[in-house]
């Protein structure tokens, strides 16, 4: 009996791998064409001319903080030196307990001012708005601590302009991270919402909000993660793009139609995926009301951030991460097989759902059964072939391919050395870091299925300057 219910788990072990990398695999092949189109556009359009566009809408940039006091005012001199018309930005100030309101008010000047909120979605209570005195597109508004939701949602009240831009605190964006995030909606009027690429800055050289000098970390673990990124959003979201089928817009860079995210209700208060949260919410609303609408992903306007470098922290981020995508999973479960969605109901829904949520348990339970199968010598060489190629030569395949597809598109780490330092961890990885991400996302899907509602945790940050030293 013990032997046929471990040939049953490890038979589903290697389907959930199969049909896993297989879609990894597809959204390979839909992101090297939307890629090709998109470097033979860079050719062809320069921001400067987008500067000339007359029908440029103006954004308000909403980044809200807790405790950033390392990194929030590089943060903020990186957002004043943006290259865009008109725009203005709102740090919102989520009841900090250190120094972050100190040294925003001593290296911008801020004075207190009377606003009039101009939307009414409930927050916490608003202590002060401050204007710079430096800068006249510079507002800071503290508040009682809601949470990361509740502080965007604090900015919508208060945001002038048509579209807003919700960014975190500790995020440095190019030069021209608005003037090219915002094409899309300049191109198709049915544009809601649109994403950017996120880059890990640790270790990388950065001057006045400026990376100047590109960098791989020292850090083992921020490695790992560099090539993580370079998956999800090389991959993952440039191939969901193509078939108008995006669910997830970073946090950390996205951009969005105001009028519709308040019409929606804005963020979520309720989960700790609010970013998600708030784009399926979108899809449902404009399908639902049969609204002409796009959601798309723009790989070219670059935000960084400081990722974390020991596992404990790491740990707890992957967790969180897991927990608020199955809570918005369970939230709007409905869409999972609605045919009303269209691909959203039938594909990519079912995906999130049963591959990347639900199916984390059961990959991690075969890490169990593997060993345990092996003892009892019921392995067969052709089972051990099949796991072998599907869970770490399927994997590891689609992270070369990422990496191909950065290094021909944007060619952002020009030392050979870290092009093979890459190349290596997508290999190393599947030992050891791999099982410990299963790990954290069980513990995440887990928590969130069993109803546990936690904070987003504490995030140590060590500002935006590179460390002297090797890194473990």
Partial sequence: MLDFLLWVINGAVLAYFLLLNTT???????????????????????TQELLGVMENPSISIIAPAYNEAASCVESVHALLNLEYPDYEILIVNDGSQDATLARLQAAFELRPVAVVPMAQLVTQPV???????????????????????DALNTGLNFCHYPLFCAIDSDTLLEREALLRIVRPFLEDYRTVAAGGIIRIVNDCEV?????KNIRLPQNYWARIQVLEYLRAFLIARVGWDQLNALLIISGAFGLFKRSLAVEVGGYDTRTVGEDMELVVRMHRHCREKRLPYRIRFVPDPAAWTECPESLKILGRQRERWQRGLTEVMLKHKQLCLNPQQGILGWIVFPYFLFLETLGVLIEFLGYFTFPLSWLRGSLSWEYLMAFGALAFGYGTLISFFSLCLEQWVFFRYQKVGDIFRLAWIALAENIGYRQLSAWWRFKGTLKALLGFKGQWGKMERRGFQPKAGPGV
């Fill in 207 to 211: 001057e006045k909000g400026k990376v």
């Fill in 24 to 46: 990894y695999f597809v959204t390979c092949l839909l992101a090297w064409n939307g890629l090709s189109h998109y470097r033979q556009r860079l050719k062809l359009i320069q």
């Fill in 127 to 149: 202590k002060q708005v401050f204007k710079s005195k430096i800068y006249a597109n510079l507002w800071v508004i503290d508040k009682a601590n809601g949470g990361k939701a």
